[in-house]
């Protein structure tokens, strides 16, 4: 199931738009989406190989605190570069995770077109109120260039005339820019003065550069009367012309050029040279002098705006022209007995106020206002208000444009926007939310807002082709039909297909558009006058339809509002997908919930149950125990209260152990009876049933149980009986205080299991108390059995005893009697009392005829009195008037026979003896009397002792002879077998070898004269035949002749060493001299180093140890020569392992790397003459050396310092057998830690006789 899941959300995240990445804390990729591609370019493999998000994405997109505070980031707008090198703008939501393998999960979307959209969108309205503005500056502009122009020319025609003459004057003498050109032709500039450009704009190399450039930028109105007057200026001279020529901002400038033809004496013409003076100004003002009035005119009259007068006062229409007319559908006379307060519908004081601003700040713009035609209809205008000067008196001009096109651009432009703006609104609800309900709520509101119809529906097919509105956005007079179940066999049987194909129906009048009768009462029965119909279509099936209705009148339904339904029926298509695809995987992640939720109780369980179960292991403390279990149950449950209740034997009961709330009602060590509960529900708990209520006042309980429960507060509870084996010991109750509750089956599940396990600890708790008991019971036991035990004196044991009894039991006196069957009485022959003042038994003498105590005691009954007024005989009675109260007596017995008894009393009256005293004072009777017989078999042991231990020490003598003797018996055997061993292996090889060392010195002889003869050979016949070439290459002649004497050589070698060993060996082993026999002791350490030569060599772990021999002058020594080899073998290998042992310490005390020592590893053996009877072997290593303890054991046998099975710590023992014993010599060890070992061998020359 979890599989499938899981491949569901991989093809739902295949088919999603969105790109989901999932990454750990530290930006590293767990998961990516396939369609990683359609944004990025890269495919998914590329991506993981980018290995962080930051490369992706360019950098981090979230901020860590917030992210950490809120868990989600959204919106972020984010732009990237995709592979291909595009950019993208990506809007991606940012969310903490927990997903395994993941913690951040990114939800990417491409969003550059929709960007791109709004961008152009919003340019082009800014560009619409810009060219609006433009317009309108500009109409106020040249309106106050109008006003400005009317008020400078009475001025300017004054000062014209009076400054005529001054003012030509003044152009004459001011700077002129002056050029030449050529004659004929087009008349090319070749000079121009630098002063053009502030007269023209143009720089003079531009004149010069096109020979054009002054021809093409006169106007082309001028054009032909300047190139006549320029022929003239060939027959005159001399010529003067004025024209429009193009100044480089594109405005044309009037220019006055003076031009004078150049000749030179012969009459010839050189080139034409002249002036451009810019009349501009000058020629304005002559235009402006001689047209103002017909200028005023016309441009009152030609502009499109209407402009119109007013006077301030009576605001009279004064003049108005014929735009103003024709936008109002007035004549001029019938405007002009018309007011202000006539065309602007606004109230007096609007007008005033106006009024008082335009004169107030000389100008008033009004951006939009409504004027009233003559027809009564409104029309939109924009004015630009003004004061002037008209006929001597100031009037308020106005200038007033028609906007009605403005106005349903903006419109149109609004309704634009507003589409856009509802769809992309419902595309980002869709893509935020997956609650179908509430987007498809979302959309008809926000049509039925948009269109401004009465009803916006969803209509759902179903498969018989009838249909429900799912949802509804209705107008409050209109009948609301959400929910309506709706059945048109009309519309199943003509129009489903249709719609399935993608057809939109908008009916303007359902009575004019053709339907069948049946669809139109239909449409009538819900109040439809005109609607719009739109599919929504799923995977090519027809889920639905999107209806706009009409129900006030009919409506003719715009191509935008048809085109605003199409995409909103596509994305609701969409959303639907989406909420069905969520549905499903919410289904599925529902159904995995359930199961976590049931794996994570079971676990909860499974974990409080262990806990409990380890408690109860690793305590033995049932009230510890038991709290643990509350608190953890009423943290897990969430109860109020949690309690342990404990019966007593009549069944009433303390709670023992509770949990409870701050704000509950503590109840613990409450003692409760509750007689409803010891009649009805005892044997119910005892059989093991659990009771569940989820209301006590709905459960049918007994009144006096309700009420008992009422006043605990308690309104539901969960009680499991804690059984010891088949007893009903107690409850383990849940309560919930304040309100009802239902209790889950894990929940009764989880209480049983931990009462299973409480009444475990129960049990556990008891016997622990009992081995606790018998615990303390054995150690006063211990203590007496101690104390008694520590003296084997009568007298001793007797007053150690009373005391110790009278200490641990507390008792007022202790006592001993012992029984005398030969005077038949009973005597008390030790005591202890509690206090100083009691009096004193001690000697005191019982008669044992007539005694029926006695006569029990004999019987080794135990008896426990716990009053002594219960006496009838008179011997006893007359004891317990002397020590009345409670007594106990225990007979103290060996076997059958009765010593006497130990006795307790209570002086304090009657007193009930407990089993565990008598218990105690039994067993400390039966300790009392092994202490008896033990010191009465103590004398008889002493002697008994003596005799045994000088037995063993000649035993033991004995044994170490024994040992000693059959070790060497052992090791003589095994030198003696190692012996023969050798020398038979020598003998073996002695021969062969010697046939090899003979013959080898013959073998090179041959060789040599063999090798001759090649030679003389090769001398006398230098040029071989091919064959015998060939074989001496194949041979390599040369080489053989080289390496056969060396080879010989080294054989000759190699057998001479082994003849060197096999004397050794033979020397060594010494087998036929087992008697004492005069021997040369050198060889026979120089053979023992031959033997030991590869273990003296170098080693991957150590150098090689260096022998230095300092040999004296030593005579025959007569000895056991393979006994003395045998030591000189001992010696040396213990040096050996010394060095050996050292050398593997520094190894791993250097992990592994081998220094060089400092000075080498060497074993030094010297030998002198110390008399004319004696020698002396000092064999010497520079090991590690020995400690003094390990000295003074050095030669007892089985002593070693080497690991087990490296040595059997024999060799030392031995060789001090063979020096000492059998040579009469002397062995001895000389060492200090550190510094290496000599052990040193004094021999006498000749045995002594």
């Known amino acids: 199931m979890l599989g499938e899941s899981e491949t569901l959300h991989q093809n739902i995240l295949s088919t999603i738009s969105d790109t989901v990445l999932i990454t750990n804390n530290s930006g590293e990729f767990t998961f990516i989406s396939p369609n990683v591609n359609v944004i990025f370019g890269y495919s998914w493999e590329e991506v993981y190989k980018l290995g962080n998000i930051t490369q992706l994405l360019g950098k981090l997109v979230w901020d860590g605190q917030e992210l950490e505070t809120c868990g989600e980031i959204r919106n972020i707008e984010q732009k990237i570069i995709d592979k291909a090198g595009q950019e993208h703008i990506l809007l991606i939501n940012v969310k903490c995770v927990a997903i395994e393998g993941g913690t951040l999960l990114y939800s990417c979307r491409d969003i550059t077109e929709r960007k791109q959209t709004e961008d152009e969108l919003r340019i082009c309205r800014h560009c619409l109120e810009t060219r609006v503005a433009e317009r309108t500056v500009d109409l106020v502009k040249a309106n106050e260039q109008l006003q400005h122009e009317i008020a400078e020319r009475h001025r300017i025609e004054v000062a014209l005339r009076v400054t005529q003459t001054r003012l030509q004057h003044l152009l004459d003498a001011n700077p002129i820019s002056i050029y030449s050109c050529k004659v004929g032709g087009d008349y090319g500039a070749t000079f121009v003065s630098e002063n053009v450009t502030a007269q023209l704009g143009y720089y003079p190399e531009e004149f010069l550069a096109d020979s054009r450039f002054w021809a093409d930028r006169i106007h082309p109105e001028d054009a032909s009367q300047v190139f006549a007057q320029l022929q003239d200026l060939l027959a005159k001279g001399y010529q003067t012309i004025e024209y429009r020529f193009r100044h480089k901002d594109g405005s044309y400038r009037w220019m006055h050029d003076e031009l004078k033809l150049v000749a030179d004496v012969a009459g010839q013409e050189l080139e034409i040279v002249g002036s451009w003076q810019d009349i501009t100004d000058r020629k304005l003002s002559e235009e402006n002098l001689r047209e103002s009035e017909e200028l005023y005119r016309a441009v009152v009259e030609q502009t499109a705006d209407g402009i119109y007068l007013v006077d301030t006062v009576t605001r009279q229409i004064l003049e108005a022209n014929s735009a103003y007319l024709n936008l109002l559908g007035y004549k001029s006379q019938e405007i002009l007995q018309l007011t202000l307060d006539d065309i602007v519908p606004v109230s007096q004081e609007i007008l005033a106020a106006w009024m008082e601003q335009v004169l107030t700040n000389k100008h008033l713009y009004l951006r939009e206002v409504k004027h009233l035609r003559q027809d009564g209809s409104l029309v939109n205008v924009s004015v630009s208000i003004s004061p002037i000067s008209y006929r001597g008196r100031q009037v308020l001009c106005s200038v007033v444009r028609d906007i009605t096109q403005r106005k349903q651009a903006e419109d149109s432009l609004q309704t634009q926007f507003l589409k856009q703006r509802l769809v992309g609104a419902i595309a980002r609800r869709i893509h935020q939310s997956l609650n179908l309900e509430e987007i498809l709520n979302t959309t008809v509101a926000e049509v039925r807002h948009c269109l401004g119809c009465d009803r916006v529906i969803i209509f759902r097919l179903h498969d018989d082709g009838s249909g429900t509105v799912v949802v509804e956005s209705v107008s409050a007079e209109w009948m609301p039909i959400s929910g309506t179940i709706i059945h048109d066999c009309h519309f199943a049987e003509n129009y489903i297909q249709l719609y399935q194909q993608g057809r939109i129906q908008a009916i303007e009048d359902i009575y004019a558009a053709g339907l069948a009768q049946c669809h139109i009462e239909l449409l009538a029965q819900f109040q439809v006058r005109a609607n719009l119909v739109v599919p929504i279509v799923q995977e090519e099936e027809l889920w639905g339809l999107l209806v706009a209705q009409q129900c006030r009148d009919t409506r003719l339904w715009q191509v935008w509002e048809i085109d605003l339904l199409k995409s909103l029926a596509t994305h609701a298509a969409i959303a639907i997908h989406q909420s069905e695809l969520y549905q499903q995987a919410q289904i599925e992640i529902h159904q995995r919930q359930q199961v976590e939720i049931a794996l994570r109780q079971q676990f909860q369980q499974e974990r409080l149950v262990g806990a409990i179960a380890g408690r109860i292991r690793q305590s033995l403390n049932l009230e510890e125990i038991l709290k643990a279990t509350t608190g953890e149950v009423r943290q897990v449950l969430g109860t109020d209260r949690v309690i342990v209740f404990r019966f007593q034997p009549d069944w009433s009961g303390n709670v023992v152990v509770e949990s409870v709330s701050d704000t509950g009602l503590s109840i613990i060590d409450r003692n409760i009876y509750d007689p409803c509960f010891e009649k009805s529900y005892i044997l119910p708990y005892q059989q093991g049933r659990v009771k569940a209520i989820e209301d006590i006042y709905r ?229 009392l009397a092994i202490a008896l017989q033990q010191a009465e078999l103590y004398k008889h042991s002493r002697t008994a002792e003596a005799k045994a231990l000088t037995q063993a020490q000649q035993l033991e003598q004995a044994l170490e002879k024994l040992q000693k003797t059959q070790t060497h018996l052992v090791q003589s055997e095994k030198m003696s077998s190692l012996g023969q061993l050798v020398a038979g292996v020598a003998h073996e090889i ?260």
């Open 990 to 1249: 002695n021969n062969p070898v010697s046939f090899i060392y003979g013959n080898v010195t013959h073998a090179s002889e041959y060789t040599a004269d063999l090798l001759s003869l090649i030679k003389l050979y090769q001398q006398q016949y230098p040029h071989p035949t091919p064959d015998i070439q060939a074989a001496m290459e194949t041979i390599e002649l040369d080489f053989l002749v080289e390496d056969l004497p060396k080879l010989l050589n080294s054989m000759k070698v190699g057998a001479e060493r082994i003849c060197e060993i096999v004397r050794s060996l033979r020397n060594f082993s010494r087998v036929c001299e087992a008697e004492i026999k005069a021997v040369d002791i050198h060889e026979g350490i120089d053979s023992t180093l031959m033997i030991l030569q590869n273990r003296l060599r170098a080693k991957s772990d150590r150098p090689e140890i260096q022998v230095i021999k300092e040999y004296g002058n030593l005579p025959p020594v007569e000895c056991y020569a393979g006994q003395l080899n045998q030591v000189f073998m001992n010696l040396l290998v213990n040096a050996i392992d010394a060095i050996d042992d050292q050398y593997q310490e520094q190894l791993s005390c250097s992990n592994g790397l081998v220094h060089s020592p400092a000075s080498p590893s060497t074993i030094r053996i010297i030998t002198e003459l110390l008399s004319d009877r004696e020698v002396a072997i000092r064999i010497a290593d520079n090991g590690p050396g020995m400690t003094l303890q390990i000295q003074q054991q050095l030669f007892d046998p089985f002593f070693t310092t080497k690991p087990v099975g490296n040595g059997t710590g024999l060799g030392l023992s031995i060789s001090y057998q063979i020096v000492v014993e059998k040579h009469r010599g002397q062995i001895q060890c000389h060492s200090q830690l550190g510094q290496g070992a000599e052990f040193v061998i004094q021999i006498p020359l000749k045995p002594e006789s």
């Open 699 to 927: 459960a049918n309980l007994n009144q006096c149980h309700l009420d008992l429960l009422a006043k605990f507060n308690v309104r539901a509870n969960l009680v499991v009986p804690l059984l010891k084996g088949e007893q009903l010991w107690g409850l383990l109750i849940a309560h919930q205080c304040h309100e009802p509750r239902q209790w889950q089956q894990w929940e009764i599940d989880l209480l049983c299991a931990l009462a299973s396990q409480v009444a475990i600890a129960i049990q556990q708790s008891q016997l622990y108390e009992q081995a606790k008991s018998h615990l303390l019971r054995e150690q006063a036991l211990n203590q007496v059995t101690q104390a008694i035990r520590s003296s084997l004196d009568l007298n001793t044991i007797f007053s150690t005893a009373t005391r110790k009894i009278g200490e641990l039991l507390q008792v007022d006196r202790a006592q001993i009697l012992q029984y005398l069957p030969e005077q038949k009485l009973w005597v008390n022959v030790a005591e202890s009392c509690k206090y100083s003042c009691y009096p004193r038994a001690i000697g005191l003498a019982i008669p044992d005829k007539n005694n029926p105590i006695a006569q029990r005691l004999k019987q080794l009954e135990v008896l426990r009195i716990d009053d002594t007024n219960c006496f009838e005989d008179e011997i006893n009675l007359s004891v317990a008037q002397k020590f009345p109260g409670a007594w106990l007596l225990v007979p103290l017995h060996f076997g059958s026979s009765v010593w006497g008894a130990l006795g307790l009393v209570m002086d304090t009256g009657p007193y009930h003896w407990q089993d565990l005293e008598v218990d105690l004072m039994c067993e400390v009777a039966d300790q």
